[in-house]
């Protein structure tokens, strides 16, 4: 049954639920902007929304499937010891001639029969990357004290850092490497993916006490790894939560990524696991006791687990200094080892060691198969295309794609207007009432033009009912969208996804099976994919034209980020029964 809602002068509380203007172009979200924490009052309601998180996470990184785990073949050598720790450079082959390099940290003493807690640390934007050695930041004072502690733990580089070295830092800005959602966020999670694997694998480790902890961009890439892999039993991301930035650099920002979304909910995709956040008063985290901490507290509240998050607000600029790293090593004492004393856990003096006794490439080079940036980007779509798996949930994940289960609507004579509950969203179109099945016509340059067309005419003609809309910034519904803001597309759908889904809004209004559904001209392509993700079946009228589904296709003609990684035009046509 469809969902119908006529409104006249006595419904305005209806009517006022569908936005004057489409909020898609008001206001447009960005990493700068100060969100507000969304609340959810079962558990069961926060559950069904981590999972959305979840696989919106991995399509956004490129890594939905995630790809087939090659041999790792690591290389451990040049260890060092001192004392009561040792250190050891290494290389993973995280994937086929893509190579990681980090340190290995480990106790001496031997270990408990269960093996040591391992540790993931990745680090931040810091001039020396895992080397960084300042008051402000030391990754060595660190990983030095959690090994004296009794883990094993194994910094890592960041993209384009120290011996990671087979791309650039910065990439994945480009629209061909955003269609293959190829770009430094993905292939770091990716890489902390398999220092997990890596970590399980060593003698000595407890496999099933996995922890992670960074700072800055080290902790966005905790909260990431956090949030998609259960694996991760224990964290610290440290001067990173906020509601009020969210992260500066690409390898945060993926297209798509906090579409409706922010840190603090990927924060709180770490519940009821253990999770320590601070805070400092000189960056974007000031705020924390007063807003982050407690959108997230309320999280674990949910599981009755509200004791296994904390935070501390420091005095003190963007750091992951020794108060701070001191709360790490008392909180991961008393929840992963057992021990209730912070002052057990006060740092010691270390020794640092000189750069060319940690880089694992000093007087080395990569391993013959090593491959090039252009390579391994190559690579990356080889594998994809291999993945053929799931095509409706990917192509949907890429869309960012909804089947909504409630339509507004709002009529006047034949002029309608279309939205979602709470999404801010406003199709207008025309409404020509007939007999069902019905159709829904659309034109690129929108409802009128497309009730100018022969298809209509015909439609109309022979009694049918017909709906034709302003999809997404087309027709009467065109206004200017800011596009400028800081990484537009990692918290707003691109122009053509948002023409997807005004197509499936209109479609699930109409809710009937074997609704037509014509694309004309440009139009095609989007009520192609449409088709492709609509819970109906669809009678699907829509000629691509030359649209052939190669990149440059879709950056012209049809750009979404990730939709080449979800499958593309292969799997548009399969889903929606097209040869």
């Excluded at 469809?2 to 990493?31: E, K, M, W, Y």
């Excluded at 001639?97 to 270990?111: E, M, V």
């Excluded at 691109?494 to 009937?512: E, G, K, M, P, Y």
């Amino acid at each position: 049954m469809r969902i119908l809602v006529v409104v006249f002068s006595a419904c305005l509380g209806v009517q006022a639920q569908i936005p004057a203007q489409d909020a898609r172009n008001l206001n447009p979200p960005n990493t700068d902007t100060h969100f507000a924490p969304k609340t959810y009052q079962t558990l069961a309601l926060w559950q069904a929304h981590k999972e959305l998180l979840r696989k919106q996470i991995l399509s956004a990184a490129g890594l939905d499937p995630l790809f087939p785990k090659n041999d790792l073949r690591p290389q451990i050598f040049g260890r060092i010891e001192n004392r009561d720790y040792s250190i050891e450079k290494v290389l993973l082959e995280t994937l086929p001639g893509y190579y990681l390099g980090g340190n290995l940290y480990r106790p001496l003493k031997p270990a408990p029969p269960e093996g040591f807690p391992g540790v993931l640390s990745p680090h931040g934007h810091w001039n020396y990357g895992r080397l960084e050695h300042t008051t402000i930041a030391s990754v060595p004072a660190r990983a030095i004290s959690l090994a004296r502690q009794g883990y094993v733990v194994f910094a890592y580089d960041m993209v384009g850092y120290n011996d990671t070295i087979q791309t650039p830092h910065d990439f994945g800005d480009t629209p061909k490497e955003q269609l293959w959602g190829f770009g430094p966020l993905g292939l770091q999670l990716w890489n902390s993916i398999r220092v997990i694997d890596f970590l399980q694998s060593l003698p000595g480790v407890n496999r099933n006490q996995i922890g992670a902890t960074g700072a800055s961009g080290g902790a966005t890439q905790t909260l990431m790894i956090s949030a998609i892999d259960d694996r991760i039993k224990f964290s610290a991301p440290a001067n990173m939560v906020s509601l009020i930035m969210q992260g500066g650099g690409l390898c945060e920002n993926a297209p798509n990524l906090r579409l409706d979304t922010n840190n603090v909910e990927v924060a709180a995709m770490m519940a009821p696991r253990p999770m320590l956040m601070t805070a400092a008063t000189g960056d974007w985290t000031r705020n924390m006791l007063s807003e982050e901490y407690p959108a997230v507290r309320a999280i674990y509240d949910l599981y009755g687990q509200g004791g296994s998050v904390a935070t501390l607000l420091l005095d003190a600029p963007h750091n992951y200094n020794q108060p701070n790293r001191e709360a790490m090593y008392a909180f991961f004492g008393k929840h992963v080892l057992g021990i209730d004393d912070p002052a057990r856990f006060k740092e010691r003096s270390i020794r640092i060691e000189k750069l060319q006794d940690m880089l694992a490439l000093h007087n080395r080079k990569l391993p013959d198969n090593a491959l090039s940036f252009g390579q391994l980007f190559d690579e990356w779509i080889r594998l994809s295309q291999a993945q053929t798996e799931n095509p409706r949930e990917r192509l949907a994940g890429a869309l960012a794609a909804e089947w909504p289960s409630e339509v507004l609507s709002s009529i006047d004579g034949e002029r309608i207007l279309l939205g979602r509950p709470g999404k801010g969203d406003r199709i207008s179109g025309i409404w020509i009432k007939g007999s069902n099945p019905p159709a829904l016509v659309v034109d690129p340059a929108g409802a009128e033009a497309a009730r100018k067309s022969p298809e209509v005419a015909r439609l109309v003609q022979s009694g049918r009912s017909v709906l034709m809309i302003d999809a997404f910034q087309t027709g009467s519904a065109v206004a200017p969208r800011d596009r400028s803001v800081k990484m537009f597309l990692t918290f707003n759908k691109s122009d053509d996804a948002n023409r997807v889904q005004d197509i499936l809004t209109a479609l699930a209004w109409l809710n009937t099976p074997k609704t037509r559904l014509a694309g004309l001209g440009k139009a095609a392509v989007w009520c192609l994919f449409a088709a492709a993700v609509s819970r109906q079946p669809v009678d699907l009228q829509a000629d691509p034209g030359r649209f052939a589904g190669a990149d440059q296709d879709f950056i012209d003609n049809f750009f979404v980020p990730d939709i080449q990684r979800a499958g593309g035009l292969r799997a548009a046509r399969q889903l929606a029964g097209v040869r």
